[in-house]
């Protein structure tokens, strides 16, 4: 009896433990080798930030496959409120049952930030402008002229679906926000 059991402990530590120390021991190596220090850490931030002030409005637009509606440019002329991170929008009561939304940061009009937001095609050719910080994304239609205001969307992965927001773009932007310390 006293046999059987140290086999198993033993079969147990070479299938279970040893495997989970070598994935633990691996995974700390990885994430020492490729830690940021400051100096990177601010330049990859100076980069985003200059990259959303400086949008590339033709490249987003090639991408897209549409123009973007004008509303959305006057956004990006805002720079106070697109580097205003973290913040809640609230919905006015009488507009919807759900009464707010979670906005963690906007998306810079550039390909290569555009490239990493939701794939649109199953609900149309649309321009992601900002994320809710766990892959979700609120966009607007692009169309194959511009328009003024067009509606806002949410498009969420887990249920996979896409929820209207609101009827315009101004209409989104005109509701209170919340803005949230960083932890």
Request: some cysteine; proline content about 5%.
């Amino acid at each position: 009896m006293r046999d059987t059991f140290f086999t198993l402990l033993a079969i147990f530590a070479l299938l279970v433990l040893f495997p989970m120390l070598i994935l633990w021991t691996r995974d700390k190596l990885r994430r020492y080798r490729r830690r940021e220090i400051g100096s990177q850490r601010d330049a990859r931030r100076e980069a985003w930030r200059q990259r959303m002030l400086h949008p590339n409005v033709r490249e987003v637009e090639a991408l897209c496959d549409g123009l973007l509606p004008q509303k959305l440019l006057d956004m990006y002329a805002d720079s106070g409120l697109l580097l205003s991170a973290r913040s809640e929008v609230q919905v006015p009561a009488a507009d919807s049952s759900k009464r707010s939304w979670w906005i963690e940061d906007f998306v810079p009009l550039h390909k290569q930030d555009q490239e990493l937001t939701t794939d649109l095609t199953e609900f149309g050719k649309g321009c992601c402008f900002a994320g809710d910080g766990m892959g979700n994304f609120y966009w607007v239609p692009v169309d194959a002229e511009r328009r003024n205001d067009v509606p806002v969307f949410f498009a969420c992965h887990d249920p996979w679906g896409n929820e209207k927001v609101a009827e315009t773009l101004e209409e989104f932007l005109s509701w209170p926000r919340i803005a949230k310390k960083n932890f």
